[in-house]
């Protein structure tokens, strides 16, 4: 008879506000949130959270609610470098790990409790040992016999927790686990399931396998499955090579509240951005530009693409439409940054109706050209008209201070 399978689920507890603490450990024990940039917040400790300071909520509306929250620009470069780090410690001990996120990984220990003469508790419990001590971070980690139960362990106890679940303990555990809480189930379906008498994951895993088969589709029997302690969900070990988000930033001196200057420097980075998602075969859903002031103050503004597409000249006429959102009269400005977000394969985008994609998709073609003749002569050989004051001023010698924040959100 085949062993029951061990899988390990390890998530990072709040982990963008984590690894700023790593880096600077004053910020311990203190409120603190991310996404200064970006005009919301990303990200958030748990002392934030304990406030009643939410994900998303404006940066202007937290300072006036919570004006003792330290609020942080993210720093992308540094969050993708720990999150490989973090991922590299568990391949110490296991062979097939998935990149589920950037701050989540699924790991294979089946049959490893022998070779390293360790239980596998005591195999997670050295993992998070050795990311504490070596990278500062914690995490909390769920042991079970399926992808769907080491979520639910690994949630079971955060931060900072360690939790087992076995098939034989399953219904123990999901008996007081919400049905919205389980990984895969929405709200629309956690509401239908409530109409349904299902209030908890243990109700629905007990239910009969027909039940589930005539009033939910496919992906719900696998759930089902998988809460009962099956293993049908399969890891997928291939390293992650998809940005979902690039972010381009420049600090300059002196400070300008110059439009022409502001807006070329924006378009820089467009295609900056651009360049860097063609490389990868990637368009953005999502896009969103910022201008940072001498006193930090932050002014974004985000737009979601009807067309996704990696062509400038699409992202720059936006630019340009909205510049008046974040541009102040009589305000000075030190720096200016894009996001591209959301990225998903060029391949799987379909044309609009109205041929956007197509107007986007041929000049993504004469970008395809323009990237070849970079990759032989250096960047910047040809680029578009609003770019060339951004150009002439560094080139002058301008003092600048750049921040190639690109993050491959896993």
Not at 28 to 40: S, Y
Request: one cysteine or more.
């Amino acid at each position: 008879m085949a062993r029951e399978k061990t899988i390990l689920h390890m998530d990072g507890d709040a982990f963008f506000v984590a690894c700023e603490v790593s880096k600077n450990p004053k910020l311990k024990g203190k409120a603190v949130v991310t996404g200064e940039e970006r005009g919301i917040v990303s990200a958030l400790s748990y002392e934030a959270k304990a406030l009643g300071v939410v994900r998303g909520m404006p940066i202007f509306s937290l300072r006036k609610s919570f004006p003792s929250v330290l609020v942080l620009p993210g720093d992308y470069a540094c969050y993708a470098r720990l999150s490989g780090e973090m991922f590299d410690i568990v391949r110490r001990y296991a062979d097939e790990v998935e990149e589920y996120s950037i701050d989540e990984c699924f790991a294979d220990l089946s049959g490893l409790d022998k070779p390293l003469k360790m239980s596998y508790r005591e195999i997670a419990e050295r993992i998070k040992k050795e990311i504490e001590s070596e990278l500062r971070l914690s995490v909390s980690i769920g042991l079970g016999p399926s992808k769907g139960l080491a979520k639910v362990a690994s949630k079971w106890q955060k931060p900072n927790g360690l939790t087992v679940i076995e098939a034989k303990t399953a219904p123990d555990f999901l008996k007081k686990t919400p049905i919205e809480k389980i990984w895969g189930i929405g709200p629309r379906t956690a509401e239908f399931l409530k109409k349904k008498g299902i209030g908890t994951a243990g109700e629905f895993a007990s239910r009969e396998l027909a039940w589930v088969r005539k009033e939910l589709s496919k992906p719900y029997e696998v759930i089902w499955r998988e809460l009962n302690g099956e293993y049908i969900m399969e890891l997928d070990p291939l390293p992650k090579t998809v940005y979902s988000s690039v972010q381009k930033t420049r600090t300059f001196h002196p400070a300008t509240g110059d439009k022409v200057f502001l807006l070329s420097e924006l378009s820089k980075h467009v295609e900056e951005a651009c360049r860097k998602a063609r490389y990868y075969h990637l368009v953005p859903k999502k896009f969103s530009f910022f201008l940072k002031s001498q006193s930090f103050k932050y002014f974004s503004y985000n737009i979601n693409l009807p067309s996704p597409t990696n062509a400038p000249e699409t992202l720059v006429a936006l630019v340009r439409k909205h510049f008046k959102e974040v541009w102040r009269e009589g305000i000075l400005f030190r720096t200016t940054g894009v996001v591209l977000q959301e990225l998903a394969p060029r391949a799987a985008m379909q044309g609009d109706l109205f041929g956007g994609s197509d107007r986007a998709g041929k000049f993504e073609k004469i970008h395809g050209q323009i990237d070849a003749l970079e990759e032989k002569f250096g960047k910047s050989v040809v680029y578009l008209a609003s770019t060339h004051q951004s150009l002439k001023r560094k080139k002058v010698g301008t003092d600048s201070d750049d921040l190639d924040r690109n993050l491959l959100f896993l």
